[in-house]
């Protein structure tokens, strides 16, 4: 690809400014009253304290006879103690229960353990007899009872502020009886691409026209951070059709995306003339490659964030990594989680812009510690871009780095 | 928390054993023409190639004006060369342009480049004209063209069979033209929870009634998985109403997961009274802890996985991490991935039955590589779960492993 030299333009912003820049605008998704299906990866606004002791109550954890331990204390296999079994306690009985001193009752796991009762002698100890029952070997006090309060007592903390909700958190949450929680939730992301060139995947095109992939890849890379994500419909090179299509999606997102018509010269920008008409997205180029025009701003009465990403495919998928993806963690107020990184050793030489950062795609393989950069390094080339899983970072101050240097990657995910 | 001494019971079957053996059992699933919306980690069972050139024709990589660069090859800041503008052509464009020689046409970016043009002269370069333009440096031949076929020609495979799909390959499907494609997709994951002490979180419960929580976290675990994933209604302790639930969720599952009913003596045991009438589900003693009572098994005509997980939270947790993981990668054909593994310090002693491989939950530091094992190891304890970020392993040989002793540990997700 050729590059126009710069000359005569206004400095390119740093990366690093222009991320902080995006991060410093954003302000947190409020928290909403969540259900549990769909609190996956929502985080946490404030403690979440125990109501009720877990267990809820002196259980039994495994089946087999609830008995005073004092009465089984001298059975063993040749003298075998034997109870009357007065009854039997299944899992879910909420009678309330009381062992007779010099009976027993059968218990199953997870039953409510009968007052008086204080060991449980478990089945596999016994001769496992309904009537009566032989009892093997003792128990001592206190054996196979999962107590009321031993996982957590009323007011412990059982998921502090800022946790992210996980399997087992939102498990922890129905276990203490919540059906819903309150939370920040993922946000919900949805993407605009603009193009009269543009042309639905699968339907017929004639040359002129391209099958749209960025907002079918970037709602994927969406879904990939577990937000909810869409594609708006293809919007045509209309700055009229564009504010509408903005104004319809932020009614149901949180976050909004757009591709395309932000190149640096045309009258057909339509992106970039329709959000100078709001006046609240800022247009910049970033010294980057791929990905140097960059816009972001906050739309409509909610503030909701907007990032006018590049069109060319690498651009805008490079674009979304760096800046979107940390994005959506300030959206939740946690601490914006970058791209894992690595160190790896370049199988081949490598080229950069002077006074750009640039993000190219490489085949990381962690075994060798090495990375190859992919053939096809355009911003327009989808397929290398399909093949990489890392980018290999060529900083600012680099023209060029050598076969067998140490490049920093990012890790795809 | 007590444990029977597995006097007079048959050998437990050792955790590779059984997983090996989930394994074998488990037949991929077919392949399914998805949308690309509902392609996300599906797998592909062929090559994947381009039916046509990518980009599909020569067109301006750059705002700007075409010309033939033998035309410009002259122009500087001083002595700029003047030609008439006699077009415009916008992205989308679909009209047959031609370059007449002596003139030039305006181009934007993406646009089909005009025939008989040879280079782009990028908009930056000029004065910007509309009838004529001033052209102030020289383009070579080929300057800011991105030809038909530089990322993929017709042939070229795009992704091969065994691809996962993420963002990018999806992306380049889009991009090829495909509105759908053919691939195994992620498995769908219903999850039943069976007793009768189960109530639904959010709803009041009396003592011998706990809230249901293992299929809330189980079905968040499936979904952390990328799988679609639901949770079946409460099923009450009736072999028969367990039945009718396994039957109604295969229609809609391609593996199904129990959680409860496989204790070791009890009559009220549903789950595994059910499934023994099926036949075709298998349930043994795996030598681990938490999780020793394990089944796993076909159901109905299209033989669809169903693991019998423990009722304790933690057991069914550790289970799912250890063996329904795995399961769900040879749904899709794929060599099943583990838990990423590290190793680390014990900040603490901990203990292990002699011949079970334990998996206790602890926290990892990664910047200290270190691990501390958190209170509350029994396997009802949910709470200190949803602390634990990694579970520690202790071999089967050993029963004690000492602080400052080196652990191999499994990285929670």
């Known amino acids: 690809m050729t590059t126009a030299a710069p000359s005569g333009q206004a400095a390119l912003e740093p990366v690093d400014t222009y991320l902080g820049a995006v991060l410093s605008a954003i302000r947190p998704l409020a928290a909403r009253e969540l259900s549990l299906a769909e609190a996956d990866g929502a985080v946490l606004t404030s403690d979440v304290a125990a109501e009720w002791p877990l267990p809820p109550f002196d259980n039994s954890a495994m089946d087999g006879y609830a008995v005073l331990a004092a009465e089984v204390a001298t059975a063993s296999q040749d003298a075998p103690v034997t109870l009357p079994v007065r009854d039997a306690v ?19 796991t997870g039953a409510l353990l009968p007052a008086g009762a204080d060991a449980i002698v478990p089945v596999e100890w016994t001769d496992g007899g309904t009537d009566q029952v032989a009892i093997r070997q003792p128990a001592a006090a206190g054996n196979a009872i999962k107590r009321a309060g031993d996982d957590a007592v009323p007011g412990d903390v059982l998921l502090p502020a800022g946790t992210r909700l996980g399997p087992a958190a939102i498990g922890l949450l129905a276990a203490a009886g919540h059906g819903t929680v309150l939370a920040r939730p993922r946000p919900r992301i949805t993407v605009i691409s603009t193009g009269n060139e543009l042309a639905e995947p699968g339907t017929p095109v004639v040359p002129g026209q391209i099958w749209e992939s960025n907002s079918v890849m970037l709602a994927a890379a969406a879904r990939q951070l577990g937000c909810p994500a869409r594609r708006y419909p293809i919007v045509p090179d209309d700055t009229d059709a564009l504010l509408a299509a903005i104004e319809d999606a932020m009614a149901a997102a949180d976050l909004l995306v757009t591709s395309g018509g932000v190149s640096m010269g045309g009258e057909h920008d339509v992106v970039k003339a329709a959000l100078r008409r709001l006046g609240t997205v800022r247009f910049t180029k970033v010294a980057m490659q791929p990905g140097m025009p960059q816009g972001f701003g906050v739309v409509g009465e909610h503030a909701i964030p907007l990032f006018t990403l590049p069109g060319n495919p690498v651009s805008a998928f490079v674009s979304f990594q760096l800046f979107v993806r940390p994005a959506v963690d300030a959206l939740q107020d946690v601490e914006p989680k970058r791209l894992p990184g690595a160190r790896a050793v370049l199988t081949a030489p ?26 096809g390094q355009a911003s327009h080339q989808l397929a290398s871009l399909a093949k990489a899983n890392a980018l290999i970072i060529v900083k600012e101050r680099s023209t060029e780095m050598a076969e067998g240097e140490i490049a920093d990657v990012l890790e795809l995910p």
């Open 350 to 375: 490598v080229r950069s812009p002077a006074g750009k950062r640039s993000f190219l795609r490489g085949i990381l393989d962690p075994e060798s510690g090495t990375v190859r950069p992919v053939l």
């Open 90 to 108: 299944p899992a879910g009985d909420t009678r309330a229960h009381r062992l007779v001193p010099g009976s027993c009752l059968r218990i199953m």
